[in-house]
């Protein structure tokens, strides 16, 4: 059983930057597959970004290529999102999740979740 605590929100105005941490505890952290979800208020959960079982492979949603990035200390069993030029659609509650077998963009595909962490940005 792993559980995930996402810590590192907040907010940021417009064209601003937030690093968001989610720690990992209860498993061996190099044995999931990560990924960043985010569900801003009245929309689904959408899928933001993942990271490989190593961290020498991501992918990252359209919507935030090349202004995000996701890193992981599997020595500090912790993911990062880093997250530059803020736009006021980044507002929303982002949630780390781990996937033993999977490697995707699927909520389904990722057994154990964080319980979110809320970023807003203001314009």
């Known amino acids: 059983q792993v559980q995930l605590v996402e810590s590192g929100g907040g907010l940021v105005q417009v064209g601003g930057s937030l690093r968001i941490s989610c720690a990992a505890s209860g498993g061996t952290f190099s044995s999931y597959a990560m990924g960043w979800f985010r569900q801003a208020p009245g929309k689904e959960r959408e899928f933001v970004t993942r990271?490989?079982?190593?961290?020498?492979?991501?992918y990252y949603a359209d919507s935030v290529k090349g202004r995000f990035t996701i890193s992981r200390d599997n020595g500090e069993n912790t993911v990062y999102l880093q997250m530059n030029s803020l736009k006021p659609e980044d507002t929303a509650v982002y949630y780390c999740?781990?996937?033993?077998?999977?490697?995707?963009?699927?909520?389904?595909?990722?057994?154990?979740w964080g319980q979110g962490t809320q970023v807003t940005v203001s314009s």
């Open positions: 990271i490989s079982w190593s961290g020498g492979s991501a």
């Open positions: 999740a781990a996937s033993r077998r999977y490697y995707g963009d699927y909520a389904n595909q990722y057994n154990y």
